[in-house]
DNA sequence: AATTCGGGGAT
DNA sequence: ATCCCAGAATT
């Protein structure tokens, strides 16, 4: 067999075993790149089913890129909120305020163009070419490593641009979106991580992994240690029942997001250890990291930080806060 | 080339 | 607990 019987295969399975999604039209790209690009920014990093709400309530707030321009950073990252990657965000309402100035409020079908805009790297520009303009970019993305690892029975640690160069080899001139929600769809469904259903695979007679029974294998990540860090939550409670908050900077971790203020056991801290009263802990597992805050209640009617506010607990709902935090919430409650 | 960025669902 | 998911920007 060639490789355009492999595409055509993935592409007779897509037709009638491929997800119906919000952002995608199956048979063509879709009407609307802003969509697209929405979508496309919310996925990287995280699941299907994870985004589905948010997009709903994104385009239903934002049904534009005009009105997302417009919109301020505040509101954005209240839609954002819980979903991580907050630089994305960010990164999103500059680019929408970008492409309404210098792009005549058009998303650009061109790839190194989408390559110059916030937010928008090798995979993102490709999966816009696909998915609006029904271009045979190649994606890559954790699903079609896995995909193509198989196929070829990779049994080394790959790169993407290995990847992408025998995946590039597969991807054909004509149907660009379907082919691309193909390919993705059979990693997210059929070749799963664990307990792939190999014997509804297009691809399966061809699939080395399987042959020679490597599935569990491959393909080889390796995998960094999460380290344990520490640190003080400080609750600063004044006489009318409100709490000091401040807001995170516009870089680093949970950039732009508000937090009740706290600091690392390593770092100066804003009060002596034993001041105020204990009120348990909170913990968090970031990507890189786990996290366990002390949270300590001071009586204060003013700030340790110069930026603090005060904000009564009915009123914190208007501002954007991380999931770390929502728990420091949910306690106060 | 490595590290830094969140969060949740499945196992 | 561990894995990993439609990655990009920074160092």
Redesign the pocket.
């Known amino acids: 067999m060639t490789d355009i019987n492999l595409s055509d295969s993935l592409l007779h399975w897509f037709a009638q075993n491929g997800?119906e999604?919000p952002?995608?039209v199956k048979g063509k790209a879709h009407f609307d790149p802003y969509a697209?690009w929405i979508?496309?920014?919310m996925?990287?990093?995280?699941?299907?089913?994870?985004?589905l709400d948010y997009f709903g309530r994104w385009m239903k707030r934002f049904p534009t890129l005009s009105d997302l321009a417009q919109a301020d950073l505040q509101e954005v990252l209240l839609m954002w909120?819980?979903?991580?990657?907050?630089?994305?965000a960010k990164?999103i309402h500059e680019c929408a305020r970008i492409l309404v100035d210098k792009y005549n409020g058009q998303i650009p079908s061109d790839r190194n163009e989408l390559?110059k805009?916030?937010?928008?790297?090798?995979?993102?520009?490709?999966?816009i070419c696909c998915?609006a303009f029904n271009k045979p970019e190649t994606?890559v993305?954790?699903?079609?490593?896995?995909v193509i690892a198989r196929l070829y029975g990779l049994r080394h640690a790959v790169?993407k641009?290995e990847i992408y160069d025998l995946a590039s080899q597969l991807t054909p001139t004509e149907n660009g979106a379907d082919y691309a929600?193909a390919i993705?769809?059979l990693?997210?469904t059929v070749c799963?991580?664990?307990?792939p259903t190999c014997i509804v695979c297009p691809w399966s007679s061809h699939c080395m992994a399987r042959k020679k029974n490597l599935t569990d294998q491959i393909?080889v990540?390796q995998?960094?240690i999460?380290k344990e860090r520490f640190g003080t939550l400080w609750l600063i409670k004044n006489m009318a029942g409100a709490y000091c908050i401040r807001k995170?900077p516009g870089?680093?971790?949970?950039?732009g997001?508000y937090e009740f203020p706290w600091t690392y056991s390593d770092e100066p801290s804003l009060y002596s250890k034993e001041e105020g009263i204990g009120f348990g802990s909170v913990t968090?597992?970031?990507?890189?990291?786990k996290l366990r805050l002390d949270i300590r209640i001071i009586k204060s009617e003013t700030s340790p930080v110069s930026e603090g506010v005060f904000v009564l607990p009915s009123d914190l709902k208007e501002y954007p806060?991380?999931?770390?935090?929502?728990k420091v919430i949910a306690k106060i409650k």
């Open positions: 997800r999604l952002w995608r697209v979508s496309e920014i996925l990287q990093q995280t699941t299907v089913k994870t985004v909120q819980g979903l991580g990657y907050y630089t994305r990164k390559l805009l916030p937010g928008i790297g090798a995979y993102t520009a490709s999966s998915f994606v993305d954790g699903n079609v490593i896995r790169s641009e929600s993705m769809d990693g997210a799963t991580p664990d307990n393909p990540i995998k960094p999460k995170r870089k680093g971790l949970l950039s997001l968090h597992v970031f990507t890189h990291f806060f991380s999931t770390l935090m929502k």
